[in-house]
């Protein structure tokens, strides 16, 4: 019931392409939902996070779906840059910020 | 700027040896974390802690153990290395925001061998 289930396990995208990390999870209980981003060699950072009381949010390229009653949310990445290339981790949490992550996307963003 | 300090970037170990792996922060959060990272496993939570001496088990804290006595210090604790804890591991600290953001450290990449 705690896991976060990611998938594509890695991701190859053409530039200026888009690109969708998918993340399902099983207990309806946690009530926040964060992406993380992570370059080599420095921990992850926060990219953009939904709460379940909307569908949708957007910040510049990217954007979190958020499906409730299919306990799903994904990350779609508009015109992908090769600056975007990193490892992707979606997550999900309730109270304390105890987060449970997810398996984790290796992005790679061609030229 | 938050800053989360992990003191060793790299170590490698022998089997049976005891490990520290510290991390410091600057911000006087209450809650910091210890996560581990493996490929195609994500982050696992090992240990958490809320308060100064107050410390609760994770999802995969066998094999380890953390101290925490200074509210700015939080360090994990391999008592007796063995070769599957060869992993990347992470400190975290929350932000007290309500959207789940942490602020990791660069992270300590242990070898045991």
């Known amino acids: 019931q705690q896991q976060v289930k990611q998938s594509p396990q890695s991701l190859i995208v053409q530039k200026g392409g888009i690109s969708i990390i998918n993340c399902a999870y099983e207990?309806?209980?946690?009530?926040?939902f964060p992406w993380y981003q992570q370059f080599p060699g420095k921990g992850p950072a926060l990219l953009i996070a939904?709460?379940?009381?909307?569908s949708e949010k957007k910040e510049g390229r990217f954007t979190i779906s958020f499906n409730k009653s299919a306990k799903q949310f994904s990350l779609h990445i508009m015109d992908s840059q090769p600056g975007d290339s990193a490892t992707y981790f979606c997550?999900?949490?309730?109270?304390?910020?105890?987060?449970?992550f997810g398996q984790g996307t290796r992005l790679t963003i061609n030229p | 700027d938050v800053k989360v300090t992990q003191s060793s970037r790299y170590l490698v170990k022998r089997t049976g040896e005891k490990v520290f792996l510290e991390c410091v922060q600057d911000m006087d959060h209450e809650n910091m974390f210890w996560y581990r990272q493996d490929p195609g496993l994500g982050l696992r939570l090992i240990y958490f802690?809320?308060?100064?001496?107050?410390?609760e088990k994770g999802d995969i804290p066998e094999g380890y153990s953390v101290s925490r006595e200074k509210k700015e210090r939080f360090s994990l604790i391999l008592e007796s290395a063995s070769t599957n804890q060869t992993s990347m591991y992470l400190c975290?600290?929350?932000?007290?925001?309500?959207?789940?953001?942490?602020?990791f450290g660069e992270g300590s990449r242990l070898t045991v061998l």
């Open positions: 997550a999900a949490g309730s109270g304390a910020q105890k987060l449970v």
């Open positions: 207990n309806t209980a946690f009530d926040y």
């Open positions: 975290a600290i929350n932000s007290g925001s309500n959207t789940g953001e942490l602020f």
């Open positions: 802690s809320y308060d100064v001496k107050m410390k």
């Open positions: 939904i709460r379940p009381d909307v």
